[in-house]
Structure formats: structure tokens, C-alpha cells
């Protein structure tokens, strides 16, 4: 949690980001909890104190568990099982149509179940400190196999959306992870693939596109095999 601010305020500032995320006006979130526009924007800015039972009905308008609100970034990982909130997941594609690296942001949260996460993608963000607006918001589960990491989404607005996230990694000290984004695309409904990349840290476009985009060698192995093979490890 940042230390000017207070877990009241920090609270406020996740119900704004599941808000916005959601895509709800405040009269919209009011309107579901039956409060003012007032009341809510006061909860958001940290000014007013929540009670448990509002904290819950905030939580069901916002399809989320009541934890999600409350969770705070922790100052030291060295004991991630011991806390709700895990980690930030960067994750990167290319859009070839608009020439652009596309960034978001998956959050994981720890389960009872070893190896499974509860996770949320913030696709296509404007920037890292404004993941709410982000173009769609998806939620579901990943689960961990050593090297190998999978995720199954759903678009919370159009649970006819959903998304298959498969990421390999590698041997070596690198934190990278390669792999492939499956779904819908925005623009025709046809299902598609992206190439993608994660990381715990940002990174450049320099480090990026060489492993975004599709190669020479890529188009190759598909012709020949036809299948999509992600086989490559980051050293």
C-alpha cells in the first residue's frame, strides 16, 4: 500500500477502478446500491467510512468478491501465501492494424487451491497508473505447471467472449514469458491468436517486438505443419 495512503482511501480507489473497469457512471453504481451520486464519489475519494454490509453490496454490483476491495498491494513478497492480493502481470501484444504494442495489466490473487489463481485482465490500457480504463475487462483463473502458465477469461460485459492465455517460460533466470492470446477479435468476432508477452516488469518496445511479432520463420513452421507452435525460450 502507498504510505500516504490509508487503507480507506485505498479501498475508495479500488472501487473506482472495478467501477470504471465495469464501465458504470457513478449514477449507474448508485442506482445499484441504492445510494447517491454523492455518497458513492465520497466512498471513492476515501472521505467517508464504509460499513461491511455496503462493502458487500458494492462487491455484488461490481461482480467481484468483497477481498478485492480491501486488497492492498504488500510492501515485501517474501511471503506471498500469506496474502489475498499476489502480484501485477504485464502483458503485451502487437495490433499490426494499428502499428502499436498493445499493454495491459493482469492482477492474480491466491486461492486455497496450490498453483490456481484467481486473475483479471485489464486489456489494452492507456497507461499503467490508469488500468481502469482499460477497452475490456476480463476475469477468471490461471493455473501454473513449473515452466508452463494458463489462463481461461471471460469479458465481463459479454460472457459470450472468452478468452485462452498460454504462456511458456524459460530456464534461465529471464522472467519473460512467451505465448499466445486465443479468443474473439474486437473487430470481426472471428476467433484469433496474438502472439503475446509477460513480465513482472515494464518493458521497452526495443525488448518487445522481436518477440511479438510473427517471422519468416513462424509463417514457415505454420505451412509446414499447420499448427501455431510457440517454442521459443527466452535466455
Known amino acids: 500500500m502507498d ?7 485505498c479501498v475508495g480507489k479500488n472501487i473506482r477502478k ?17 445510494k447517491s451520486k454523492s455518497t458513492i ?17 458494492i462487491a455484488n454490483a461490481l461482480n467481484i468478491h468483497p477481498s478485492q476491495l480491501l486488497a492492498t498491494p504488500v510492501a515485501s513478497k517474501a511471503f506471498p501465501a500469506k496474502q489475498d492480493y499476489l502480484d501485477d502481470i504485464y502483458m503485451y501484444s502487437y495490433d499490426g492494424k494499428s502499428k502499436r504494442i ?13 498453483g490456481v489463481y484467481s486473475t483479471q485482465l485489464f486489456y489494452d490500457i492507456p497507461s499503467v497508473k490508469h488500468i481502469a480504463e482499460c477497452a475490456i475487462f476480463y476475469q477468471g483463473t490461471s493455473t501454473k ?7 481461461s477469461l471471460v469479458n465481463t460485459h459479454h460472457d459470450i467472449e472468452q478468452l485462452w492465455l498460454c504462456c511458456i517460460g524459460s530456464l534461465s533466470q529471464t522472467k519473460f514469458q512467451v505465448g499466445f492470446l486465443a479468443g474473439l477479435s474486437n473487430a470481426t468476432l472471428f476467433p484469433a491468436v496474438r502472439k503475446v508477452v509477460l513480465s513482472p516488469d515494464l518493458l521497452s518496445e526495443e525488448e518487445l517486438l522481436e518477440h511479438l511479432l510473427f517471422t519468416k520463420e513462424d509463417l514457415q513452421k505454420v505451412k509446414k505443419s499447420n499448427v501455431f507452435i510457440i517454442d521459443e525460450f527466452v535466455v
Open 18 to 34: 472495478y467501477r470504471l473497469a465495469n464501465g458504470l457512471s457513478l449514477e449507474n453504481m448508485a442506482n445499484k446500491i441504492f
Open 3 to 9: 504510505k500516504d495512503m490509508n487503507l480507506r482511501q
Open 145 to 151: 505447471h513449473d515452466i508452463l502458465e494458463n489462463y
Open 41 to 57: 464519489s465520497k466512498y471513492e475519494n476515501g472521505s467517508i467510512a464504509l460499513d461491511v454490509e455496503t462493502l458487500g453490496e
Open 102 to 114: 498493445i499493454k495491459s495489466v493482469i492482477e492474480r490473487y491466491q486461492t486455497d487451491t496450490p
